[in-house]
């Protein structure tokens, strides 16, 4: 357990003292929130709201994703460069209690600032139509999108030595993912190809998934709720977190 | 019992071979310092026995212990430093410190109590609130050596630990080491500085892989039979070279920054007839000594390698 609060409290602790991690997970999403509302023309008054909603829901997909794919890559590429892990590696360190304390850490900051966001989101008008009893999985599809997300950032890192290269590579694949994955673009001015990406990448369909309980079926564009999207949703965003964290430990944590 | 015992250790990346067979040991108590060259594998030797790199062939022991049949007895036991600066920029040294202590396994309450007596030991309480960016090297080094000194470590292993560091700050940092040896904890390092060397009790010259001589520092000075000649000149060029050659054949001569150091076991009775000769070629000498020998200087009568 203290090896699991020691890896938590670290990471914590980056995660809020580095401005770049900041203006990454919180700032850029704020500053969309407050842009992209005035960008779309012609939409009827009484849709602005689930708009907003949805754009709302948007930037918390996209806040994680920047928590777990850029900046966790971008420590974890820092600790190495540093020789954080050959030092661990002389300790009686279990790495799988260290690896859980980051993942712990990603998914606790994450969950502050979705709620920073979403407050601000309905402050700014932003409406959901949710009942209280869709609460339970839109929390089990945001821990999906934060165990995806902190999957494909611990590949980055396993792979990327230098911090700025792991966080830019983490950035890229976010913003791939959120254009391609119907949050830039409405789902239905998606080519079909890209469509089939958008339904079978879990972040994005995860991201469908909460816009459907919380706004409806016409913002999200398609019902994502039918067994096999719900399978492969499930099951991709444990496999790239099982996957993350194997590679971590081999290429992280073991050849230091 | 030794505190370390490595046993014909060899290190292979690819083709190419680190470590040779190499053999040393420390008793217990002692502060061993292994010198060499960069290349010469003395980090690669400190990181096997920190129990971070596998070795292609040998055995280490510590303390008893087979370091690749009981790592996790032998992790408890040692406290290592790497080259690197690996504590976190972005947390004060205390908030580094309770870090690794709690990596280490120990409780909060605990943990809290040993910081502070760490960091006191260090000289860091006035600077423990201070974030890790803004501290010295030797603060930083000071801390990491810190995280190495948990309860039950024995032996603590330091990979070129004043590298970075000014030369007061690195023989404060020397004599830090001294105390923590006197708390009865075995000390290996390695470090390319002759200087820093001295400072230990025993010192192991390594080359290509293998130890070549190992003893007490003075006992390592005295085995050298040359003097040194330093002749510091206005410029260097190749005909002053020569000429020093043909005066002193049977010698070893060193290009330094300044000049040159010819290795002799009769210094004054040739410094007179070199200078002579040196003027009439037209060199214009700046300073002449006679000097005893540092651990660099007896590692390149050996080896005929500078210390790099």
């Known amino acids: 357990m203290d090896q699991i609060l020691a890896s938590l409290n670290k990471t914590i602790k980056e995660y809020t003292r580095n401005r770049l991690s900041i203006i990454s997970t919180l700032g850029i999403p704020l500053f969309f929130m407050i842009i992209l509302p005035n960008t779309i023309l012609d939409i009827p008054d009484e849709f602005i709201p689930q708009i ?62 979705t709620l920073g966001i979403l407050l601000f989101g309905i402050s700014l008008g932003a409406e959901f139509h949710g009942k209280m009893t869709d609460l339970i999985p839109i929390i089990g599809f945001l821990i999906l999108i934060g165990l995806s997300s902190v999957g494909t950032g611990l590949i980055i890192a396993s792979f990327v030595k230098n911090e700025s290269i ?36 879990p972040v994005s369909s995860a991201t469908a998934s909460i816009g459907y309980l919380l706004i409806g079926e016409e913002m999200v564009g398609y019902n994502p709720f039918n067994f096999l999207q719900m399978i492969i949703t499930i099951s991709l965003s444990f496999l790239l977190f099982i996957i993350g964290k194997y590679v971590y430990t081999e290429y ?5 | ?71 996790k007895k032998v992790k408890k036991l040692i406290g290592y430093v790497p080259q690197e600066k690996f504590t976190s920029p972005l947390m004060t040294g205390e908030e580094n410190l309770l870090y690794f202590i709690r990596l280490f396994g120990i409780p909060k309450k605990k943990a809290r109590t040993l910081t502070r007596d760490l960091l006191r030991q ?23 050596v810190a995280t190495a000194l948990l309860p039950d470590v024995k032996l603590l292993i330091l990979d070129e630990p004043t590298t970075g560091l ?63 000649i330093n002749i510091e000149t206005h410029e260097m060029n190749n005909n002053i070279m020569e000429s020093i050659k043909d005066f002193n054949n049977n010698h070893n001569i060193l290009e330094t920054k300044e000049g040159y150091k010819i290795y002799s076991n009769k210094p004054e009775s040739i410094l007179e007839v070199l200078k002579e000769e040196l003027i009439s070629t037209g060199c214009r000498i700046t300073l002449t000594d006679i000097l005893s020998p540092t651990l660099e200087d007896v590692f390149f009568c050996l080896t005929n390698k500078e210390m790099r």
């Open chain 1, 52 to 113: 907003k909603g949805f754009i709302t829901i948007t930037m918390i997909t996209l806040l994680i994703m920047s928590a777990g794919q850029a900046n966790l890559a971008g420590f974890v590429a820092a600790d190495r460069a540093r020789g954080l892990y050959r030092k661990m590696s002389s300790m009686p360190v279990i790495f799988w209690k260290e690896t859980l304390g980051r993942v712990l850490a990603v998914l606790i900051f994450s969950c502050f600032c």
């Open chain 1, 252 to 256: 992280c944590c073991k050849r230091c």
């Open chain 1, 166 to 201: 792991a966080t830019h590579i983490g950035v890229g694949v976010s913003l791939v993912i959120f254009f391609l994955g119907g949050m830039a673009i409405p789902f239905s001015d998606l080519p079909e190809s890209i469509q089939l990406f958008a339904k079978l990448h």
């Open chain 2, 166 to 228: 000014d030369p007061a700050t690195r023989r404060k940092f020397l004599s830090l080491l001294h105390d923590i040896r006197k708390d009865g904890i075995s000390i290996f390092y390695v470090t390319h500085i002759g200087e820093d060397a001295e400072a230990a009790s025993k010192v192991g010259l390594i080359d290509n892989g293998t130890i070549i001589i190992e003893d007490a520092p003075n006992k390592l000075k005295k085995l050298n039979k040359y003097n040194i």
């Open chain 2, 122 to 144: 260090m000289g860091l309480s006035s600077d423990a609130k201070k974030r890790v960016a803004t501290y010295s090297g030797g603060m930083r080094k000071k801390l990491e």
């Open chain 2, 1 to 71: 019992m030794k505190a370390l015992n490595v046993c014909n250790l060899y290190k292979n990346y690819g083709n190419h071979e680190v470590l040779k067979g190499l053999s040393l040991s420390i008793d217990q108590g002692e502060m061993y310092a292994l010198m060499g060259p960069n290349g010469s594998g003395k980090s690669t030797l400190s990181s096997i026995i920190a129990c971070t790199t596998p070795p292609s062939k040998g055995k280490i022991e510590i303390f008893g212990l087979d370091i690749f049949k009981e790592p």
